[in-house]
């Protein structure tokens, strides 16, 4: 059975063309072309649709602001501004006050962030929403897969696992609760965090840009920290070394079991946080960049020589220096198991 990635490689990647305007081509968290001699334009574009990426009847202000969210998380990615987007929408039905609070949200986002909707389509189907958009960078500057080198430290912006646990309560999904005193509960403040998370993400776009001349590599993490890292290490022909006990869980994962906890740090998707890649004489001012982006930055592993035998390519080690094999995955939307 072909994996989506597979899917992806198989019929959609075709051999880079031979055009300087084309800079970069798929396979990265955006494609490249060439503006000017000075600047790059970064292009994405990402998918929801209803009853795969959110649940039917779900918030349409969050919605709208989710759709442009995930997206912008892209040009966080490759360290570019964002310019504009564009809308394509399929509606089963015309329900304004839908329309209203979907607008509201998404275009509230827009103006934050200075990304104006330049145009798109509007059909008649199941609930889909596609957004293509269009970011800024400097030429060369911007950040991509392929650049991690053996012995650059491994980054994560942010805290993992908190939209995977609003995910799992929403799925009805046992919970693996501590039986300490106040765990598992949880604290009402972090989950409300939480539930943010998933249902609104921040995009770290300001990071991404301060990220220009310090990383070495970046992707944004939408399908969960291993898989997403295991692109990097594709396109960048090298290993790495996660710490799982330097993982920055969210607040609200407190309450949960150790095990619990990793599995969702490490597979949860939905964060929307940017793992990257420098080199260590850059530590001070990445989390100098993290404090002036808002947003705490934690050092989780390095990357490796490539392993003899390539698979697996991705070590996780907890802090006693013990390797374990997870026998979880991140999200592939045609994963059977
Ligand atoms: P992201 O999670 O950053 O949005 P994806 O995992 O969706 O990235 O996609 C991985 C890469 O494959 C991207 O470079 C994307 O442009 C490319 N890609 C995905 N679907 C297609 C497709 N149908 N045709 C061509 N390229 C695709
Ligand atoms: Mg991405």
Redesign the pocket.
Known sequence: MLSEFDV?HRY??PPAPDDSRIVLG????C?LLRLSSSSEMAI?T?MLVEGRHFFAGANPEWLGHKCLAVNLS?LAAMAAKPVAFTLALSLPEIAPKWLAGFSKGLLALAAEYGCSLIGGDTTKGPLTICITVFGECPAGKALRRSGALPRDDIWVSGSLGGARLVLASLRNEPLDELPAPGGAAGDSAALLDAEQRLHRPTPRIALGVALRNLATSAI?I??GLMGDLEHVLQRSGVGATIDVDALPAHPALAGRSHSQRRDWMLTGGDDYELCFTATSNKRDEIIAAGLASGVAVTRVGHIDDLPEDRFPSLRLQDAAGATFSPSFHSFDHFRTE
Do not use: E, K, N
Not at 26 to 29: E, V
């Open positions: 992806i959609f990647m798929g396979g990265d968290d494609a994405s990402d892209d944004d939408s399908d």
